[in-house]
């Protein structure tokens, strides 16, 4: 019989709260939403969780990552859901803080339609 691979040992909370840390911080997150070829972006989490004092090799922290976006995911979508029981995941508000505000999403200036509101119009056709 071929020998087993050998998994790799769970993640503690300490380590995973250092991982989320770690991608949390902005540079990183640039980093990984410019590209979708990003190892070497896990490659730095890698060094810098080992300079915290875990041993985890850049593919271990690309799929805890990967778990840990896809769970925020599923518990964001199915609170949007009208009536629907509210649902979190393991470290719900650590992930929120980071993923849950998409930059691509935000208007970063208003734009003048030249459109003007009712009550804008209404006021000033008082004061005349």
Partial sequence: ???RARRAPVWSNGELLDLI???GEEAVQSQLRSSRRNFDTFGQISRVMIERGHDR????CRIKVK??????????????????????????????????????????T???TGERDEEEEEGEEEEE
Avoid: H, W
Wanted: net charge positive.
């Fill in 1 to 3: 019989m071929p020998p």
């Fill in 21 to 23: 840390a770690v991608c």
């Fill in 57 to 60: 090799d850049a593919m271990q």
């Fill in 67 to 108: 778990e840990l976006r896809s769970a925020y995911r599923k518990a964001r979508k199915a609170n949007k859901r009208s009536g629907a029981p509210p649902q979190t995941c393991r470290f719900y508000k650590e992930l929120d803080a980071i993923l849950g505000v998409d930059p691509t999403t935000l208007p970063s």
């Fill in 110 to 112: 208003t734009v003048d």
